[in-house]
T-cell receptor, first 113, second 114 residues
């Protein structure tokens, strides 16, 4: 079984500042993938970033980076230079060889002007 | 850019009625999924489908649910006799053949059972 824990139900950040959203995971599989998705108020799920368990480098996609600490089983999302449009729900997820995603409970991020 | 398409975007149905939610995955993808999200809660896995059969299902996916790929493009989720607790957003997703890459989600179907 695999599990994702997101301990921050809500976060506030000032526009243009960086913010870190926490995610810890648990799995017994040595090979797994970690994902972050953004869900705006309109409801769709938008893929942000992916990290494979064997990837040596932390993943980056534009203003998003994933702080992957394998020994701690954490995969925190860092958003640099926050924008008002970043206000949304953010979900961390994991999959292993069985391919179905297991999601965390999410963090609601609000960017303040 | 290719995308997963779901229809309808909203559906309201009477309790006990059958509903069919439709999805057109990305054309070269081989793995297909249904997830649901009850309002305000996390996204939950229902079922995955590969090579024209169910490859994995969760405990939520009981006998009331079924999936089908009736032709080369559509992927459907049927709920035989809807219950109030089936009200949720239902997401279809697909993944390319290479494992470990992201699942592409459709925009969702909001199902309301009254």
């Amino acid at each position: 079984a695999q599990k994702i824990t997101q301990t921050q139900p809500g976060m506030f950040v000032q526009e243009k500042e960086a913010v870190t959203l926490d995610c810890t995971y648990d799995t017994s599989d040595p090979s797994y993938g970690l994902f972050w998705y953004k869900q705006p108020s309109s409801g769709e799920m938008i893929f942000l970033i992916y990290q494979g368990s064997y990837d040596q480098q932390n993943a980056t996609e534009g203003r998003y980076s994933l702080n992957f600490q394998k020994a701690r089983k954490s995969a925190n999302l860092v958003i640099s230079a926050s924008q008002l449009g970043d206000s949304a729900m953010y979900f961390c997820a994991i999959n292993t060889g069985r391919r179905a995603l297991t999601f965390g409970s999410g963090t609601r991020l609000q960017v303040q002007p | 850019e290719p995308e997963v398409t779901q229809t309808p975007s909203h559906q309201v149905t009477q309790m006990g009625q059958e509903v069919i939610l439709r999805c057109v995955p990305i054309s070269n993808h081989l793995y297909f999924y249904w997830y649901r999200q009850i309002l305000g809660q996390k996204v939950e896995f229902l079922v995955s489908f590969y090579n024209n059969e169910i490859s994995e299902k969760s405990e939520i996916f009981d006998d009331q649910f079924s999936v089908e790929r009736p032709d080369g493009s559509n992927f459907t989720l049927k709920i035989r006799s809807t219950k109030l607790e089936d009200s949720a957003m239902y997401f279809c997703a697909s993944s390319p053949p290479l494992g470990g890459t992201e699942a592409f989600f459709g925009q969702g179907t909001r199902l309301t059972v009254v």
